[in-house]
């Protein structure tokens, strides 16, 4: 497919939001502040059992790609459908979620790939203990056992995505606890959900195939939150290990990393300053390259986010905020210095990802500034400029697949700005987004010997989605 012009991309959104919702259209101008009708009301609203999905599509464009082996301008249709089902029996709940995300479009020279297509699998398929105070008077204590999805934190490092068309999921159990004064901590051990198809055909077909797990690839670690008195901010603390061994028919590069960090945090709320910082280093060991036989080297690396906001209280509620962000990328020789994200979401910080997605937590070193304006309950707008370097120039750039060479194209990778507008027509029912990104070149991203040579890449997207 061809990539369009601004006016064709608002035309063709339009067509998905029909696509979507247009039994609800013909009642919008009647919808008022109530949430609409939902799939749970149908059902009689029956005591124990939770039952909700939603739909949602999205058509997306870039032109200008910045990748080097890809086509300079794509565009697909993204269509996610999930079905969430839980039974709470009172101590014990049972829950299941179907997800079937597909793309269609994009031809072999897109970058589509499994963060785009996962369909019809079962994303989740859990059984959970509800123990209530046996770890302490007041407290809540639940045990989760089978294939679930996580969020910890930040999401810097665990997150269940939600820009992203397919999501992280695992198999295995996981241990909250959070004690009468507000401490909060989890435990997990788990095998991550490796998602099939993961062949160019196979994707662009859109192909079922079941998600993969095994004991070659571990995921665990744990999370602790604490509360600092009336000041509203948390600590949080954690320590997540991860690895990875071959398959018969999957040779890795044999990652075995541990993740200890720590955040500091106060969440923004109207009137009063709020702040964050976190840090994480990286250390383990990991072959040079996926062939058997590779020798290992020593991992060293880290990541560290810088915030601060305010947000007023009157008017449009607008919240403005400075950020700043490194991650180490490898340097030649010595140890393996490229940070790796794990299970982590970017969307909130770096911009849109799926056919964009040009930074991320790795090989950057990025400063930034985001405003955030809210006029009403249905109403969201957000804005975002990032400056972005590399950390090193011996290492690929961030996600974008482009290598510098120090002294010849120099550290700075470009301006990324970006912009979002999202409106629920119908309130918690249908929901209208759209927005963008340009990302204007630096030396290295214009004169590197491995960039693409297309210019300034461009990228736009208008999503509908419906709630049920």
Known sequence: MHSKSWGELAMTGCAAVALVSCPRLACAEEADADKAPSLQQALGDPEGLTVNGSIRARYETIDNQ?????????????????????????????????MDARAYGGGQGSSLGTGEVNALELAQAYLGFDLGEALGQGSDTRLTAGRFTMNMGSRRL??????RNT?????GFRLDHESAGGARLSAFYTLPMQRLPDTRADILDNRIRA?????DLTFWGGFASIPLGAS?????????????????????????????????????????????????YQYGTIRKSALPGAARQDASAWFAHGEIG??????????????????SGDRSGGSYNRFDTLYGARRFEFGPTSLFGALGRTNISSPGARLELSPDKR??????????????????????????????TGSFAGHQVEAMVRYWLVPETLQLETGGALLFNGDLLENAAGASGNGDPRYGYVSAMVRF
């Open 167 to 171: 999501t992280n999921a695992f198999t």
């Open 158 to 163: 665990i997150a269940r995505n939600a820009f």
């Open 66 to 98: 910045f990748r080097p082996t890809r086509d300079r301008s794509s565009d697909a249709l993204l269509l996610q459908t999930d079905i969430q089902v839980e039974y709470d029996t009172g101590p014990i709940r049972i829950g299941a979620e179907v």
């Open 211 to 215: 998600d993969r797990q095994d004991f």
């Open 379 to 408: 109403l969201g707008l957000m804005t975002m400029y990032r400056a972005a370097w590399v950390d090193t120039t011996d290492d690929t750039f961030s996600t974008t697949g482009v290598i510098g060479t120090a002294g010849s």
């Open 232 to 280: 509203g901010a948390r600590l949080e603390a954690y320590y997540y290990g991860f690895d990875e061994g071959d398959r018969p028919d999957d040779q890795t590069r044999n990652r075995h990393l541990r993740t200890p960090g720590a955040r500091l945090v106060r969440e923004p709320a109207a009137g009063r300053f709020d702040f964050e910082l976190e840090g994480a």
């Open 310 to 327: 305010y947000k007023l209280a009157g008017g449009w509620k607008p919240r403005l905020a400075f950020e700043y962000d490194r991650a």
